[in-house]
């Protein structure tokens, strides 16, 4: 009865198994953590883009700084969107701003940096007396949302979840 009860595995098995789960435990233990992806597209923005850095995150938002905007922030995994770049300024933008924004928008959607500085400073460019204070167009599947007070100006740019 007892024999019935130890059946032995053949040997070839019984050698490679141990090693098998000494492989496996292995892979698990030696695979690196997995960062934040709007972490590390901040990173790649901060060495691509001359004076740009990286503040810090929180709550699925990375805040960045540069001289040409006020405010500067990357935003991952909205309930609408799956990344956004916002860039705040003066009410009178400089040509710096628009190459940072369009800069930084060609870097983050993999679009042609022409197309992306195009679109982004129509967007901005279009605010005014004839077309009101806040302007929202698409652009290469991008979403663009322009808007101004008195004393600033900003730019989101987003790309939707299904897209």
Known sequence: MTASLRRRLPLSIRSTLPAALIA?????????????????IAKQLAGQIDGLKVNFSAANITYLTHPAAKELSLGCRGKDYSIELYAKTDRKMK?????LVGSATALIFTVPKDDAVTGTSRCLKRMGILRGNTIT????????????NKTDASITVRRGNNE
């Open 24 to 40: 496996l435990a292995t892979v698990f233990v030696a695979a690196p953590a997995h960062a934040d992806p709007c972490v590390d």
């Open 137 to 148: 167009m698409r652009y290469r599947r991008l979403n663009l949302e322009c808007t101004r």
């Open 95 to 99: 040509p710096e701003f628009f190459n």
